[in-house]
Structure formats: structure tokens, C-alpha cells
């Protein structure tokens, strides 16, 4: 079954994000989905010998929840900012965050984390992956930002990708 299907989460990504891009289900549609689903996992096998495990599942739902969550409050708290403090008054920060997970799956979810959340933007990841480079719309206390991504969001996927 791993011959077909090398990396089955990501062929299922696959199959859910063309049916997402089409926008209207038809059957061709599925079938095309299912034949992309099978055949980019398969073309780039040889690039992506390790395969990454979700150990488990109710813990990605979580994080998932936590994520939403904190998109929602962000997109809030940077209304406010927008609406109501004046410029003089924002203080921007470039904050490099340590980081103690190696996977390349795991820091690309962290870093898809923090941009997806309102007033903070992932980018750059150091040469060596142990640290993330992130702009922060207003941080008047830039370390209580790393403690904060650290423990809400790295903490999690340890425990997810481990």
C-alpha cells in the first residue's frame, strides 16, 4: 500500500484542495483529483524519503481548533489596532524564534501558523532550521511573543510530528 500511495495525507490534501480549486463538484472532477492525489505523491517520492507520521489525530484536531481560534481573536485585537491606535503609538518588531522541532512538515505548519494569523508574518527560517524570523504588526513585549508561539503553537506540534 505505501508503494501507491507514499504519502497518504498528502494525497488526500491533494484530492480536497483540487475539489476546493474546481469549486463545483462533478465526478470528472474527483477522478482528476484522485488521479493527482496518486501521482504527485508517486513523482516525488525519490525527493522525500522520510516520511512523516501523525502520531495522533484528536491532537491535530486540536491544534487545528487552537488555530481558528486565534485567527478569529487576532483578527480582532488587529482591527483595534487599525481602527483605533494611532502609528505613533505601534511598535513593529522582527522577533527570531528558537526553535526546538526539526521535521521540515513541522516547521512548515508553524510557520503556515503564524502568517495565517492577523499582525504576524513568518519569513525567513534560518540555514540551519533552528530558528524562524517573524514581523510582528504591533509587540510592545517581543519576548512574551516567543514564549507565546513557543508554548501555544511549537509545544503542540512536538507532540503531533514526534
Known amino acids: 500500500m505505501t508503494r501507491l500511495f507514499p504519502h497518504p495525507i498528502l494525497s488526500v490534501l491533494l484530492v480536497v484542495t483540487w475539489l476546493l480549486l474546481v ?23 525519490p525527493y522525500w524519503r522520510q516520511r512523516s507520521s501523525l502520531k495522533s489525530l484528536p491532537k491535530y484536531g486540536s491544534y487545528l481548533a487552537l488555530v481558528v481560534w486565534d485567527i478569529i481573536v487576532a483578527n480582532v485585537q488587529v ?48 540555514e540551519c532550521g533552528h530558528a524562524l524570523l517573524v514581523h510582528c504588526l504591533h509587540a510592545p ?7 507565546d508561539i513557543k508554548t501555544r503553537y511549537e509545544s503542540r506540534l512536538k507532540e503531533i510530528f514526534a
Do not use: H, Y
Not at 526553535?99 to 516547521?107: D, N
Not at 513585549?141 to 514564549?147: C, E, G, L, T
Open 23 to 45: 469549486n463545483d463538484f462533478r465526478w470528472g472532477s474527483l477522478v482528476f483529483g484522485m488521479i493527482i492525489g496518486l501521482v504527485i505523491p508517486l513523482l516525488i517520492r
Open 141 to 147: 513585549d517581543p519576548q512574551s511573543v516567543v514564549v
Open 79 to 126: 482591527a483595534k489596532i487599525v481602527l483605533f491606535k494611532p502609528n505613533s503609538q505601534l511598535q513593529p518588531a522582527w522577533i527570531v524564534i528558537p526553535l526546538e522541532i526539526r521535521t521540515p512538515e513541522a516547521i512548515t505548519v508553524l510557520a503556515g501558523t503564524i502568517t495565517l494569523t492577523p499582525g504576524t508574518v513568518s519569513c525567513d527560517l534560518s
